[in-house]
């Protein structure tokens, strides 16, 4: 892990300094950036309120920033585990709300009946990706969407490797399995 400059780490102190123009700084730095991970990670309805949260929380931990690696690196693992957060805590909500769906009877989500090329009109990558649980999906967006290297997912999760491995293999074949219902 590189360490950061001392540009990133006199503009961490300038915000904890309560430097507003440093944090916007901050903020038009890395905006964008991080909205396009929430977007990926929570979908387009939420990811303005993550990126809100997000820097709320970039806010308020930036006491925590020891400079060990770039601030946009800190902030980016300060998203990731935002969006898992959420993702699992929406999971939880979820769960209860769609019992109701596993019911026999009711409506199936893909219509074996239809093409296969109609189907994945109808579920794209998008709400495939929806299936996936919070764990497979992170690591399936930061490797195969963000382009990231499984050491630096599992830097970003806090896991093995190997872990970011199986969890990558594991959403793919569930994301295949998906898309060819």
């Known amino acids: ?5 001392t540009g990133d780490r006199e503009l961490a102190a300038r915000c904890l300094a309560g430097d507003r123009d ?3 700084g901050l903020y038009r730095q890395h905006a964008s950036r991080l909205y396009n991970l929430s977007y990926r990670m929570a979908g387009s309805a939420e ?3 993550l990126l809100q949260e997000i820097f709320l929380q970039a806010f308020r ?3 925590t920033y020891k400079g060990e ?3 946009g690196t800190w902030l980016y693992r300060l998203a990731v585990n935002l969006c898992l957060d959420h993702l699992r805590s929406r999971q939880g909500r979820m769960a209860g709300a769609t019992d109701s769906l596993d019911e026999e009877g009711a409506a199936p989500v893909v219509d074996p009946g239809r093409p296969v090329e109609a189907n994945i ?3 794209d990558l ?9 764990s497979y999906k992170a690591a399936f967006v930061l490797h195969d969407v963000e ?11 806090g896991i093995a490797e190997g872990s970011s491995k199986s969890l990558l293999h594991k959403a793919r074949l569930k994301m295949r399995v998906a898309l060819q219902k």
């Open 1 to 5: 892990m590189s360490e950061a400059g």
């Open 22 to 24: 440093a944090f916007e």
């Open 47 to 49: 990811a303005d309120d």
């Open 61 to 63: 931990k930036l006491g």
């Open 69 to 71: 690696a770039s601030i």
């Open 121 to 123: 009109a109808r579920l």
């Open 126 to 134: 998008e709400k495939a990706m929806e299936l996936l649980p919070p």
């Open 147 to 157: 382009g990231y290297q499984h050491d630096e997912i599992a830097r970003m999760l």
